[in-house]
């Protein structure tokens, strides 16, 4: 009786977004006549960062300062629509809405600029700092705040852009049945270290190294929480989660949350996560998206190192220590 | 039905519970502060942790006259005015929170941890959060603020 070492190595391809229906999302953007931005999304932030990344998106595109723009998700009944925040998708599908909006918004704004100032709105530019300025003489500008209030007040224009994104339509061929179902994919590929006691059949996860290809990494900060977080998902499913009964019988199982298992603050190893960038040509600003597939190497990876240390193969999660000892009784003959 | 008084994050308040009348209730709907979070409402989950005379507790589990007369110190309590608590601003620079659930619970058993032991060794952090839950972040983020806003506070009192 022994604990066993083992590494195992796991990579994946990960679609973002679906292609039913084109997958749409769509986006509101318009100024108040403070000069301040307000973009208008049903697509949802459950702690994923959504408000955070098209705030950045939409102050990226229209060319003013971050303070100066606010994400309003509060109502999907009322909002623009959006198909939902799953299938990693927000931040592709909104975040192109978002820039499409942001983008005709800005062209009123400098419109209504460029009457003000009497110039072409080609020569116009945002300086970034709440400012429009004729490009090349700085000293000729205006504030945004200003630009909004005579829009408003006196040329009686709304300052704002409608942004859509759908996906293009990709048809089934009918001699092979292939379609395109998604247009881009993420990758990634993971190491798991795992030790295996193999007298209790437990797993402990020793540590997760990765490497992500997610396109552009618009927050890299959010980025890194949620593969951090994913990855303890990872484990989870891989270990631990599981609606099915304990030994023996199903009066056993999970009645509540307390007793459906998820690993704990002490279940947690070290995670290493290095983010390679590699734009993607329909992302927004080159981002693809990392919801979903932060969650899933984990889980083959460590199959792939429970077999490296005790010479079993796992095909069934959670990979619970019962489990572990009756593939070593079969391995064994017993 | 009966009166409770209680001092609330530095402040004398009183209320009538109902007999049976837990301390989240008492906190959440007649007091109005909402920063423990009603979760699980049977103990597992950490989200309603609060401070009753400095000592953590499940506020879903406690009956809302055992408070009576003595210090509660919820979430709102760990900020003084404007400055947040070293926690605080350890959660936000170490981006421990995602959906946020779980935070005030988490903040409130790492502010008991701390004012117990001022210099704990991870291991202590990850047993005294080990009854909050958290679905986000992995928990690796949250142990790393606790123990950097330890590493802070111990740098202030030089």
Known sequence: MAKHRGRGVASVNYPIGMN??????????HATPTGKFVVALSSIDLGQGMKSVTRQLAAETLGVPIEDVFVDTADSDTGPHCMGSFASRGTHRAGNAVIAAAKEAKEVLLEVAAEELEVDPKDLELDGRGKVQVKGAPSRAISVREVAQRAHFKRGRSISGRGMFLVPPSDVDPETGEMNPVTTYAHACMVAEVEVDDETGEVTVLSLKAAYEIGRALNVKLVEQQLVGGAWMGISHALYETAEPYYPDRAHGPTDFNEYLMPGP????????EILERPALDGPYGAKGIGEMCATPPIPAIANAIFDAVGVRMTEMPFTPEKILRALDAKRGR | MRAVRLELNGVEVAAVAEGGETLLTLLRERLGDTSPKAGCLQGTCGACTVLLDGEPVLACLTLAELADGRRVTTVRGLADGPRLHPLQEAFMDGFAAQ???CTPGMLVAAKALLDR???PTREQVIEAISGNVCRCTGYTPIVDAILEAARRMAGRRG
């Open chain 2, 117 to 119: 032991d001022p210099n």
């Open chain 1, 266 to 273: 002490g279940d947690m190893c070290p995670v290493e996560i």
């Open chain 2, 99 to 101: 959906c946020g659930f």
């Open chain 1, 20 to 29: 039913l229906g084109g997958d749409p999302s769509q986006a509101l953007v």
